[in-house]
């Protein structure tokens, strides 16, 4: 199960600028997407970009625009959309015939674990 990290823009910076200091190696998890809160997270997820998501695995459409028609969105839109998943690593975007993209969900089960009281998040995908 992969993490996704959470971890605020002061932290993250804090954390890349001693890396290039050399004052220390890059963390494992470097390369996983992060998030500054949980709650980045789930406005992420919101009804409509969960129906897009449910759409792309139930029917694997073979195209944005193809996506775009069974959803009944404009295809710069839903391709706006897709770009916000994709960086995020909810989904991949695979070379289709000539210059369509086949877009894939990546991630089907999201578990989030809190300390309440310490504020300490964690984000395990699936």
Same mark, same amino acid.
């Given at each position: 199960?992969?993490?996704?990290?959470?971890?605020?823009?002061?932290?993250?910076?804090?954390?890349?600028?001693?890396?290039?200091?050399?004052?220390?190696?890059?963390?494992?998890?470097?390369?996983?997407?992060?998030?500054?809160?949980?709650?980045?997270?789930?406005?992420?997820?919101?009804?409509?970009?969960?129906? @897009?998501?449910?759409?792309?695995? /139930?029917? &694997?459409?073979?195209? +944005? %625009?193809?996506?775009?028609?069974? !959803? =009944?969105?404009?295809?710069?839109?839903?391709?706006?959309?897709?770009?916000?998943?994709?960086?995020?690593?909810?989904?991949? @975007?695979?070379?289709?015939?000539? /210059?369509? &993209?086949?877009?894939? +969900? %990546?991630?089907?089960?999201?578990? !989030? =674990?809190?300390?309440?009281?310490?504020?300490?998040?964690?984000?395990?995908?699936?």
């Amino acid at each position: 199960m992969m993490k996704m990290k959470i971890q605020s823009m002061q932290d993250l910076k804090k954390e890349m600028l001693s890396v290039v200091r050399g004052e220390r190696k890059a963390p494992a998890d470097a390369a996983q997407p992060s998030f500054e809160s949980v709650e980045a997270v789930i406005r992420l997820l919101t009804p409509e970009n969960r129906h @897009l998501l449910a759409a792309i695995d /139930k029917n &694997k459409p073979k195209s +944005v %625009a193809d996506l775009a028609r069974l !959803v =009944d969105r404009a295809e710069p839109n839903v391709s706006r959309t897709l770009s916000k998943l994709e960086a995020c690593g909810f989904i991949r @975007l695979r070379q289709g015939v000539g /210059k369509a &993209k086949i877009p894939e +969900v %990546a991630i089907h089960r999201l578990t !989030v =674990d809190m300390d309440i009281c310490k504020q300490i998040d964690h984000v395990a995908v699936a």
